[in-house]
Every structure is written in C-alpha cells, then in structure tokens.
C-alpha cells in the first residue's frame, strides 16, 4: 500500500501559477502511477497529469502546455507546476498512487482560480 499526502492547495487569479505536491509513502521508482486527478463541482473526477515509474508523463489535452509534473526521488514526492491558470481549473485536486494493483488517494486539496 502507499499512502500519499497532498498538503497545500491555493488561490489564484487566472494567468497565475501554482505548485502542488504529493508525498508517498514509498520510493517512486517502485510505485507503478502517481497520478494528479481533479474533480469540479458537479462533474466527474479526471486524470489531469500522471508520471510512472520510470519518468513517464502523460497529460490531459486541456493542461497540456500549462501543467508540468516532476519528481523528487529523494523525496518521494511529485509536484505538479501549474501555469497560466483558468478558472476552469477550479476543482479538487487528488494525488493518486498505484502500486501492484492497488490504488490510494490521497484527502484532496481546493484550487480555486478567479478570473
């Protein structure tokens, strides 16, 4: 199993920035996913940005450009950089990890962009 933490979320006018992050429980090398998910009121939960065992990242068209997600190995940690908000942006953020079959998600975190 492997727990993740997301300790911060934020508030920001739209065009601005802001850096999320997520701390397993496990070196990141051995989890299979962590993955950066988001959920707005009224919709359903969506894969924003996700970074595999290997340093491979994937995207959702709508951040493209915009989001980048890195790792700190040493750390275990993942931090997702978020630039040039939109308000469409607002949402929940979950931190999501997946190892050998199972997944944990972390409690969530608010960002809300005002434009």
């Known amino acids: 199993q492997v727990l993740v933490v997301e300790p911060w979320g934020g508030s920001v006018q739209a065009g601005g920035t802001l850096r999320l992050s997520c701390a397993a429980s496990?070196?990141?090398?051995?989890?299979?996913?962590m993955g950066w998910y988001r959920q707005a009121p009224g919709k359903e939960r969506e894969l924003v940005a996700s970074?595999?065992?290997?340093?491979?990242?994937n995207y959702a068209d709508s951040v493209k450009g915009r989001f980048t997600i890195s790792r700190d190995v040493a750390k275990n940690t993942v931090f997702p950089q978020m630039n040039t908000l939109k308000p469409e942006d607002t949402a929940v953020y979950y931190c999501?990890?997946?190892?050998?079959?199972?997944?944990?998600w972390g409690q969530g975190t608010q960002v809300t962009v005002s434009s």
């Open positions: 496990r070196i990141l090398s051995s989890i299979n996913t």
């Open positions: 999501r990890s997946y190892y050998r079959g199972y997944e944990n």
């Open positions: 970074v595999s065992s290997g340093g491979i990242t």
